[in-house]
């Protein structure tokens, strides 16, 4: 029988359009275990809009870690960003505005809107309302 080969969580590759633009690199970096950290000046709204799923949190929260385990139970990779204290304030004021609502941590975005948190994923995962959610936004094909 075939082995499944694992889907890594795409990242989009670093602008080269102006030289010196992005002085921190890359995007994303990616230290393990699908978890990403945002360096500053990286777009928060630019992130969501790239991805079906992704879940913002604070730096080593474990309210993602549980977020990101359901989702991937349900064969969902969803990108985690944790975000360092010190640009926690201009990240959940960037994803206010997306969402037009106040938000805090952890936050979820599906299909490009927030979603809410672990309390609203648990929720519609045991009503059976969180599937075709994610087949809505795009995350599942099955």
């Known amino acids: 029988m075939a082995e499944a ?14 030289p010196g633009a ?34 913002f949190g604070r730096s080593g929260c474990c309210m993602c870690h549980v977020v990101r385990r359901l989702l991937l139970g349900h064969g969902v990779n969803p990108p985690v960003v944790e975000v360092e204290e010190a640009e926690e304030a201009a990240i959940v004021d960037e994803l206010s505005k997306v969402s037009g609502e106040a938000l805090q941590f952890p936050a979820v975005f599906v299909g490009g809107k927030h979603f809410g948190g672990l309390e609203k994923v648990m929720a519609t995962h045991i009503s059976g309302e969180l ?10 094909w099955l």
Do not use: C, F, M, Q
Not at 29 to 53: C, F, H, M, Q, Y
């Open 22 to 55: 992005n002085s921190g690199g890359h995007l994303l970096e990616r230290p393990g275990d699908g978890v990403e950290s945002i360096k500053i000046g990286t777009s928060a709204k630019k992130l969501v809009a790239e991805n079906a799923v992704i879940v």
């Open 5 to 18: 080969l694992r889907y890594p969580t795409w990242a989009p590759p670093p602008s080269s359009s102006a």
């Open 131 to 140: 599937v075709p959610i994610l087949k809505e936004a795009g995350a599942l």
